[in-house]
């Protein structure tokens, strides 16, 4: 699982509601990454982490917000839900020295949402 | 800005059959550029990647080469299973203050036939 767990797998949420997606990595990687998969889109970065207490926003971050509570985790939190996110989102880490990356980008199963 | 277009899929194919999926990038300077695979409901992993121009990467019989003249970066395997059925993405890493945030293509998905 390249050392990332999402939580959770599913989700179906009705607009307005609100929740947050997990997501922790054992590998000690300093960098994570959110990101939604759309059909014909590729992925798009919502947010990322080059470090402990830092993120920033990345090509779609509208309707989202993210917390590095540590080292290991990254979470994503949508505060009033819309349908336009219904999406597949995943998590990812990677090593990083300065701003550049060094290696590959790990990716955790994803969590298919549907918002109604 | 930086970006990655792929052939439009989705692709099908018959076992045995050559496999070929076009991705070519826009980047400022010299990108690393990636080949990623997703499994049904599966995450994406690395299937292989290039870091300089001429750079062939390879793996599990996939191969791609770095093409700086034609800024390509073409997915080939002479002989495609059943078992490589899934979705393939071609990344870019365009370096500098990137802080290692990846640029990708759309996406193809490949569906082999027995």
């Known amino acids: 699982n390249a050392g990332v767990t999402q939580t959770p797998k599913f989700q179906v949420l009705k607009t307005g509601q609100s929740m947050t997606l997990q997501c922790a990595q054992d590998?000690?990687?300093?960098?994570m990454y959110w990101y939604r998969q759309d059909p014909g889109m590729g992925l798009r970065l919502i947010y990322y982490s080059a470090s402990e207490g830092t993120t920033d926003k990345g090509e779609v971050p509208n309707g989202y917000n993210v917390s590095r509570l540590n080292k290991r985790e990254f979470s994503l939190r949508l505060e009033s839900a819309a349908p336009s996110q219904t999406s597949v989102y995943f998590c990812?880490?990677?090593?990083?020295?300065?701003?550049?990356?060094?290696?590959?980008?790990?990716f955790g199963p994803g969590t298919r949402l549907t918002v109604t | 800005g930086n970006s990655v277009t792929q052939m439009e899929g989705p692709v099908t194919l018959s076992e045995e059959a050559f496999l070929t999926i076009n991705c070519t990038y826009t980047a400022t300077g010299y990108p690393s550029l990636f080949w990623y695979v997703q499994y049904p409901g599966e995450g994406l992993q690395l299937l292989l990647k290039a870091t300089k121009a001429d750079d062939k990467g390879s793996n599990k019989g996939f191969e791609a080469t770095y093409r700086k003249e034609t800024t390509s970066f073409h997915l080939e395997k002479g002989s495609v299973q059943v078992s490589d059925s899934a979705v393939y993405f071609c990344?870019?890493?365009?370096?500098?203050?990137?802080?290692?945030?990846?640029?990708f293509g759309q996406g193809t998905i490949l569906t082999v036939h027995p």
């Open positions: 990812a880490h990677g090593r990083t020295s300065g701003d550049l990356l060094l290696g590959e980008q790990y």
């Open positions: 590998m000690n990687h300093n960098s």
């Open positions: 990344a870019l890493y365009a370096g500098g203050t990137s802080y290692g945030k990846l640029t």
